[in-house]
């Protein structure tokens, strides 16, 4: 069975001792996933949605990938659609087509092997996926208030400033950072070089002084003490001298963004979010943000083109003709026109809406 970058297996569902069962058939299909050299982060994810499909399907006696037909598969969308998370929120329409699309792929390969006679997830309609915007966008100060947050006058303060600095100067992902090899950070070209981000493809981009002062402060000073016998190379350390998990990434981010007063905003993506935001702003090409981000399309880079609000604000301002307060002008009869006021507006507005026709 294929290890998928699990420390522990799932224990198995339904009769597993049953070669054509939907489990031994998911795992032959993670397997053929493995061998083509599919990133861990998808077969992770991948797994665990497959698992919640099959699941579903032995509560009900579902035991076979031949029993599956169209209109079951749509029944558990609608399981999808109508489920609730622990605080009462439904799952986004993203997470839906999340949890679909590998069962698509799924059926799909047992088709193209035999497996089953024929595809009961061909053409699956996937939920309209929204176009969102973040969440939440740090301003510079915000930004700065994190980054000041790690006390570093001790080790770990150090390691954690410049895990943060590296973050909000590249805008790489939790799993880049994670995966940083001390060879990755050229100081004299002032660049760092992610191998295999998403979708296993490396790119050189740039980082800024400040982060890389930080990250040569802590590779001087703190790592040689974090580093243990057998050594990898991994850049950032935790204190058992092992790369940080993905959970324990965010924690250390999101316990520093919580402690700046910011509330539970998100971790590692508010610092992407903020460098992608910040950049346009400042005049930026969004292709060169794509490059930096590491997008293949540049539609998702786009989407922060819509975030950069300050520049169509500042035009906003400048031209709008509803200003709070104009400067002082002549009227035709030569009398000084006074300044618009908020309760002028707010008058105006109440005199508007009485004047609108009831339906």
Known sequence: MPNLGRREPYPPIGPAHDPLSLYRQMMDFLMWLEERNTSRHTLKHWE????????????????RPAEITRPILERYQRHLFLKRK??????SATTQASRVTPIRKWFRWLTRNNRVLYNPAADLDLPKVEERLPKHVLTIEEVER?????????????????????????????????????????????????????????????????????????????????????????????????AF????????????????????????????????????????????????????????????????????????????????????????????ERKVTASDLLAALDTEADEEPVP
Request: contains cysteine.
């Open 245 to 336: 998990s993905d959970n324990r990434m965010t924690q250390m981010v999101r316990n520093c963004v919580r402690a700046a007063g910011l509330g539970d905003v998100g971790s590692c993506h508010l610092f992407r979010h903020a460098m992608a935001t910040q950049m346009l702003e400042n005049g930026a090409d969004v292709r060169f943000i794509q490059a930096m981000l590491g997008h293949a399309d540049i539609k998702t880079t786009q989407v922060y083109t819509r975030v950069s609000i300050r520049a169509l604000k500042d035009i906003h301002s400048a031209t709008h003709p509803a200003r709070l307060e104009r400067s002082v002008s002549l009227g035709r009869d030569g009398v000084e």
């Open 86 to 91: 622990k605080n009462g929120a439904p799952l």
């Open 146 to 242: 994190v980054l000041n947050l790690p006390d570093t006058t001790t080790a770990l303060g150090v390691r954690d400033r410049a895990m943060l600095e590296t973050l909000y100067s590249t805008g790489i992902r939790r799993m880049e950072i994670i995966g940083l090899q001390q060879r990755d950070v050229d100081y004299e070209r002032g660049t760092l070089m992610i191998r295999q981000g998403k979708g296993k493809k490396d790119r050189m981009i740039p980082i800024g002084d400040r982060a890389l002062a930080w990250v040569a402060r802590y590779r001087d000073e703190v790592r040689p003490e974090l580093a243990i016998a057998g050594d990898d190379g991994t850049l950032f350390l935790t204190v058992t001298g092992q």
């Open 48 to 63: 665990l949605y497959l698992r919640y499909f099959v699941t579903w399907c032995d509560e009900r006696g579902l035991t």
